[in-house]
């Protein structure tokens, strides 16, 4: 059973800057793409980054324009573990975060296998 664990959220001031994790089992994670999304409240979800295997050990990253230069996705298939460091946060920047396994339409994976359950991010000015 494919498990997705998300962390590192929290409440930050503007301009500060955050880590999540998330951390997937039940699958063999070096396979597949991972992707970080993003619902504020009143909004649809919306696609923050995400990472898939290129050629050879290369890894394709995309990302959105409002957070291109911010965050940087990363990943550790040793620890089956996503990340995303964001940097320079804004309060737009404010909403419930999730990582989705197998899914990164920016880059032509339109399939999702599991989501997490989310982490908070809250930006205050």
């Known amino acids: 059973q494919v498990q997705v664990v998300e962390s590192g959220g929290g409440l930050v001031e503007a301009g500060g800057s955050l880590r999540l994790s998330c951390t997937a089992s039940?699958?063999?994670?070096?396979?597949?793409?991972m992707g970080w999304f993003r619902q504020a409240p009143g909004k649809e979800r919306e696609e923050v980054s995400c990472?898939?295997?290129?050629?050879?050990?290369?890894?394709?990253?995309a990302y959105a324009d409002s957070v291109e230069g911010r965050f940087t996705i990363s990943r550790d298939n040793a620890k089956t573990t996503l990340y995303l460091r964001m940097v320079s946060l804004k309060p737009e920047d404010t909403a419930m975060y999730y990582c989705?396994?197998?899914?990164?339409?920016?880059?032509?994976?339109?399939?999702?296998?599991?989501w997490g359950q989310g982490t908070q991010v809250t930006v205050f000015s």
């Open positions: 989705a396994v197998g899914l990164c339409p920016m880059l032509g994976v339109p399939d999702v296998v599991k």
């Open positions: 039940g699958l063999t994670f070096a396979d597949y793409t």
């Open positions: 990472i898939r295997w290129g050629s050879g050990p290369t890894y394709y990253a």
